[in-house]
């Protein structure tokens, strides 16, 4: 149900704190948000095309009817629970801002922790060609590319539309073409001849278990796209694939290494554990603690 507008008819010019205080409570009020104030100021200082910090600055100023207007629309959408990134159609990640639409997961901090783990990798023994198996938005492909110098990237989807923004992403960060894109699942869009020649395979795939999809946030259950976050009856489904045909592709001791969520790095390691040709090598955790990347290894 739409919820029923609450700001008053901006009068001819409007002040910031005042447009924000009210943002935030109608955003508290709706419940859909646990940080009220800061999707406001973020929804704002998007319309103004400045950043957070020059809109804290700036308070006390004064803008008008038509961007207060453009201001209260997103906040009716937000109170929806429509996701602020998908409003503002961005997301930062690696300290790099990703175009992101419904089309695409929003990129998430703790994938990070997966991005920065291949860097290090790359620090420590060189990288030289990299997979991003179902690469979404592209956020871990172009990131690699842009911080990977000598590196190669390719990337694969199953969705042509998510590719579709994965290359505009691409686009956007200049590396558009040190990325070669394949639409197929996992591993089925790629040529033959690459096989045996990946360095490191990454990915983030859906591996939310059905039973918890229905307890989702609201923001993330009805806007996110359910075929990047649906992994099976226990979240493991595409994982199992990823380990039982990655060894064809990884060259020799070449690196696996996929999130996961909290609760399934015991499942995931005897899974890796039954195959001849790769083993566990690494179990990482993020910056809140919690355990998110399994990294295996292909063995000689």
Not at 1 to 15: A, C
Not at 112 to 140: F, P
Not at 180 to 203: C, N, R, W
Request: aromatic letters at 8%.
């Amino acid at each position: 149900m739409r919820p029923e507008r609450v700001f008053p008819k901006p009068s001819s010019h409007v002040i910031i704190i005042d447009i924000l205080l009210q943002a935030e409570a109608v955003l508290r009020a709706s419940s859909v948000s646990e940080t009220p104030r800061l999707d406001a100021e973020v929804m704002l200082a998007d319309v103004l095309g400045i950043d957070r910090s020059r809109l804290i600055a700036s308070y006390s100023d004064w803008i008008d009817t038509s961007a207060a207007g453009q201001f209260q629309r997103r906040v009716e959408r937000r109170a929806r629970g429509e996701p602020v990134s998908y409003i503002t159609g961005k997301r930062e990640f690696m300290g790099l801002s990703f175009r992101v639409d419904g089309r695409v997961l929003i990129p998430r901090a703790e994938t990070e922790t997966l991005v920065e783990y291949v860097l290090h990798a790359h620090r420590e023994s060189g990288i030289r060609q990299v997979l991003d198996v179902g690469t979404g938005s592209g956020c871990i492909a172009v990131s690699l590319a842009v911080y990977l110098a000598d590196a190669v990237v390719y990337a694969t989807d199953v969705s042509a539309v998510a590719l579709e923004v994965a290359r505009k992403n691409a686009d956007i960060h200049r590396v558009e073409r040190k990325i070669q894109f394949y639409q197929g699942f996992l591993f089925d869009g790629l040529p033959q001849e690459l096989k045996g020649t990946f360095d490191v395979i990454v990915s983030n795939p859906p591996y939310i278990p059905d039973y918890e999809y229905p307890l989702l946030q609201k923001n993330v259950r009805e806007f996110e796209p359910p075929e990047a976050l649906r992994g099976g009856p226990d979240g493991l489904d595409c994982f199992r694939k990823l380990a039982g045909e990655c060894p064809d592709w990884l060259a020799k001791d070449g690196m696996l290494a996929v999130e996961l969520g909290e609760g399934q790095m015991q499942k995931a390691s005897a899974l890796l554990a039954e195959k001849e040709r790769i083993e566990v090598v690494d179990i990482v955790r993020d910056l809140a603690g919690k355990q998110r990347v399994i990294v295996g290894r292909r063995k000689a």
